[in-house]
């Protein structure tokens, strides 16, 4: 079965999301855990929780992918800005633990010109102080891959698992059940891995240098923008430099069909609807 959902917005609650998804045909969906451009965030409805979870389950929902903020940079120069960070995914997760089991994603951040090494180390920093506080986290953290432009770290695979790397050095353990990875589609083609002509040497790759029992979402865009091109301009489905064609792959991919697909192309309702519907009558069943 193809687990396939876009964007909801959490405004009205977890109940009014899986509705939402619901009428577009979706059995995932992601959502912002407060402003994406801001740092505010909704009491938790523990009602609404409940009946979420309940309904999820009847209709056999795949995983749910939580978004932090864009306002998070774990990797700031500015201490204030790296406290944000911290508190913010500690209240992140927090929250989250009212809906067990889920995934929650996080732009690794930019290192605003310390370089890629102090970046990453302060990235690794803000994880391992997390899950240090968090021992009894159900929720699984997922770096997402970012396509390189300005000072973003976690472009290269080689980036994420240094992370990765480094988060289990401070935390003293392996970290295999508590820190994933999201692989977003446009990001990777903008970042230089082409997923259109060689996807089985990127997954190769990403199995040699990370692993793809870490890789545990996809962000399934569509690119504006040419190969290698550090970017991060998407595109609806089939409209972009990706194509239909290489998107069906993936999705149709043995080693990662079963993946939830997060659609984060610019699109509305009635857009995501279509998409869905197309990418389902292109997904192979078996």
Known sequence: MLHIGCHESSSKGYVAMWKE?????ANTFAF???????GTAKPIDSDDVTTFCSLAKEHNFAKIVAH?????????AKPELRDFALNTMLDDLSRLEYTPGNYYNFHPGSHVGQGVDIGIDLTAE?????????????TVILIETMAGKGSEIG????????????????CGTSLSDKLGVCLDTCHVWDGGYDIVNDLDGVLTHFDNIIGLERLKAVHLNDSMNLLD????????????QIGLEALVKIINHAKLKNLPFILETPNEHE?????IALLRSKFIDC
């Open 21 to 25: 998804a619901l009428q577009l045909d």
């Open 32 to 38: 912002f855990t407060r402003n994406p451009r801001g």
């Open 68 to 76: 932090a903020p864009y306002t998070m940079n774990p990797c700031a």
């Open 126 to 138: 803000m994880l391992s102080s997390v899950i240090k506080r968090c021992e009894k986290l159900s």
């Open 155 to 170: 472009r290269t695979f080689e980036e994420i698992r240094m992370i990765i790397d480094k988060t289990e050095e401070k």
């Open 229 to 240: 091109s550090h970017k991060d301009r998407h595109a609806k489905i089939g409209e972009g």
């Open 271 to 275: 857009g995501y609807k279509k998409e």
